[in-house]
């Protein structure tokens, strides 16, 4: 099984500051890697799939990068609705398919 | 507009089943691979089940296999999960996603509660 660790578990920015998330690999998922973001009660949206394709109505401030073992999501300028949980997820191993622990953006 | 919607979900006690069904439209079900994915209250995503666009193929993570099955019926748009031998450790919310394979989980339903305790 591949394990996915995301860090840091919490970030901490001001709205219009950058955002840096990263998600590992503990082996190769080639770019077979996806990124979603839950807000408090709703369902987890995906926003990058292999590792750097924004998903469809996704905004230009998010991009993914990386391939392997080590990825990143970049927010370029926090806005308010950004502020969420954060998963990276695998699907090149399978099954199972795996996510990350997650990372919180919150308000600085 | 993509849009699956789940039902089924409810308090049960330890050891009881419960059936979760989840109604598809807005895209051509027939053609997609269909998985559930459950989190834990507070907790992060965990992939639970798969099946495969005809149902040919299906796999579950360990933490299910052997209680929980995962099924679709193509003629009606709609995937269920039947959960037998509840356990406590089993309270999530159920989401129902478009995706699998070599695909991310690219469309999610609202969920549905499942609380299982005495």
């Known amino acids: 099984e591949i394990v996915m660790t995301q860090s840091p578990a919490t970030l901490s920015v001001s709205p219009g500051e950058r955002a840096t998330l990263s998600c590992r690999a503990s082996q190769s998922v080639s770019s077979n890697l996806a990124w979603y973001q839950q807000k408090p009660g709703q369902a987890p949206r995906l926003l990058i799939y292999?590792?750097?394709t924004r998903a469809t109505g996704v905004p230009a401030r998010f991009s993914g990068s990386g391939s392997g073992t080590e990825f990143i999501l970049t927010i370029s300028s926090l806005q308010s609705e950004d502020f969420a949980v954060y998963y990276c997820?695998?699907?090149?191993?399978?099954?199972?398919?795996?996510f990350g622990q997650g990372t919180k953006v919150e308000i600085k | 507009e993509v849009q699956l919607v789940e039902s089924g979900g409810t308090l049960v006690r330890p050891g009881g089943s419960l059936r979760l069904s989840c109604a598809a439209s807005?895209?051509?079900?027939?053609?997609?691979?269909m998985s559930w994915v459950r989190q834990a209250p507070g907790k992060g995503l965990e992939w639970l089940s798969y099946i495969s666009s005809s149902g040919s193929t299906i796999y579950h993570a360990d933490s299910v296999k052997g209680r929980f099955t995962i099924s679709r019926d193509n003629a009606k748009d709609s995937l269920f999960l039947q959960m037998n031998s509840l356990r406590v450790e089993d309270t999530a919310i159920y989401y129902c996603?478009?995706?699998?394979?070599?695909?991310?989980?690219?469309?999610w339903g609202q969920g549905t509660l499942v609380t299982v305790s005495s």
């Open positions: 807005g895209f051509t079900f027939i053609t997609y691979e």
């Open positions: 997820q695998q699907y090149n191993n399978w099954p199972p398919w795996t």
């Open positions: 996603v478009k995706g699998g394979s070599y695909w991310p989980f690219d469309y």
């Open positions: 292999a590792a750097s």
